[in-house]
């Protein structure tokens, strides 16, 4: 059974840093990506970053870049995601995914994730 468990979440005055972490277990991800999509209350979930588990290449919504920086372990088959410069608009709760088989034309969308970890909340304050 795979599951995904993040952990990392918190509140921060804007400005700050907060840096979220996923484990995989159950399987690996090697042919494919794991990443991470954030909801916020009463917003459709929207993705925020990933990255190919093979090659590493990295993809981030415009609003991040420069601020996120997405990263794996694979001996741990672990994912991070240190953030930076926090701003209110980045409160949300975030979630880590991941899917087999992957695709760079599809990789940015939230639909094309199988797996899905239990959200971790993410508050920042002005």
């Known amino acids: 059974q795979v599951q995904l468990v993040e952990s990392g979440g918190g509140l921060v005055q804007a400005g700050g840093s907060l840096r979220l972490a996923c484990a995989a277990s159950?399987?690996?991800?090697?042919?494919?990506?794991m990443g991470w999509c954030r909801q916020a209350p009463g917003k459709e979930r929207e993705f925020v970053a990933a990255?190919?588990?093979?090659?590493?290449?990295?993809y981030y919504i415009d609003s991040v870049k420069g601020r996120f920086t997405i990263s794996r372990d694979n001996a741990k088959n672990t994912v991070y995601l240190p953030m930076n410069s926090l701003k209110p608009e980045d409160t949300s709760v975030y979630y880590c995914?991941?899917?087999?088989?992957?695709?760079?034309?599809?990789?940015?969308?939230?639909?094309?994730?199988?797996?899905w970890g239990q959200g971790t909340q993410v508050t920042v304050s002005s």
């Open positions: 990255i190919s588990w093979s090659a590493g290449n990295t």
């Open positions: 159950g399987r690996t991800f090697s042919s494919g990506a």
């Open positions: 995914a991941a899917r087999d088989n992957f695709n760079a034309f599809t990789v940015t969308a939230t639909s094309w994730y199988r797996y």
